[in-house]
């Protein structure tokens, strides 16, 4: 049976529930009226919705009083709260992926983490696109509104140009993710590499990495080699798991200097 929105909301929960309880540290202070888990299923929610202005959030939650109960609110958080909380997720979003994708291998062998993907997955901006000739020289034309100056342009064999992000996702073979990053269009694939070295190598100690390309640098095969890791070229991961993609989704339009974005242009988002 294909699994149903609730039930990937009870896999966030269980999932968040341990997050949470393999912290060596708890953060003290006053808790928050609106729980992170909460704010992360609401953002789903609006993503599945495709709602993804805070004000039309705001207002979504004001007619359907419904939703409080299944979130377990009293009240309709302030739009300034949703886009606080919205962007303050972003950094709770990768690392609940990064335990996710370390602590799931016994669940199966869908979930093991010996042969690992990385691959790019350009999304737009949300809004009007900068056109490079204005962008090189900071012009920003008279009647383009609501523009996103933080987006870069990038070009895929898939998706040709993209003015926006690109989501930098680390997955098995059966597409369950272990780690993610998300930066402007033009951030290096090798660079994403780089920064995920640590956990990669140490952490999840795959038997093999693969990427295309983009991703192949002779000076890391050459490291990585002696630790018993291998880049080879063109691994892409043969289905996507829908709960993660959108959680991957939402984590790509909480990233600091983002706006509001379209989600990814992946084909596994069907």
């Not at 912290?23 to 929610?45: A, I, R």
Request: with cysteine.
């Amino acid at each position: 049976m294909e699994p149903d929105f609730n039930d990937y909301v009870t896999l966030i929960y269980n999932g968040f529930e341990a997050f949470v309880q393999s912290k060596t540290s708890t953060k003290m202070g006053h808790p928050y009226d609106y729980e992170q888990q909460d704010m992360l299923v609401f953002f789903m929610w609006m993503q599945f919705k495709r709602i993804y202005e805070f004000k039309a959030q705001w207002r979504w939650l004001k007619q359907h009083p419904e939703a409080l109960e299944k979130l377990g609110w009293e009240c309709v958080p302030d739009r300034t709260t949703l886009s606080r909380r919205y962007k303050a997720l972003y950094p709770v979003i990768q690392e609940l992926i990064a335990f996710l994708g370390e602590t799931s291998e016994m669940l199966g062998e869908a979930t093991n983490h010996r042969h690992l993907n990385e691959d790019k997955s350009l999304f737009k901006a949300l809004g009007p696109v900068w056109h490079q000739s204005d962008r090189k020289v900071g012009r920003v034309p008279e009647k383009l509104r609501h523009l996103d100056q933080d987006a870069t342009w990038s070009k895929s064999g898939y998706h040709g140009w993209v003015y926006g992000y690109g989501i930098h996702l680390t997955s098995n073979t059966a597409g369950f993710p272990c780690l993610l990053e998300v930066e402007t269009a033009t951030f290096s694939e090798r660079a994403a590499v780089d920064r995920k070295e640590e956990v990669v190598l140490h952490r999840l100690q795959p038997d093999t990495f693969c990427g295309d390309d983009a991703y192949t640098k002779a000076s890391r095969i050459r490291q990585w080699a002696k630790q018993d890791g291998h880049l080879p070229c063109a691994g892409e991961p043969d289905a996507m798991l829908k709960f993660i993609v959108v959680l991957s989704s939402v984590s790509a339009i909480l990233r600091p200097s983002c706006g509001n974005v379209e989600p990814p242009l992946n084909p596994f988002l069907t």
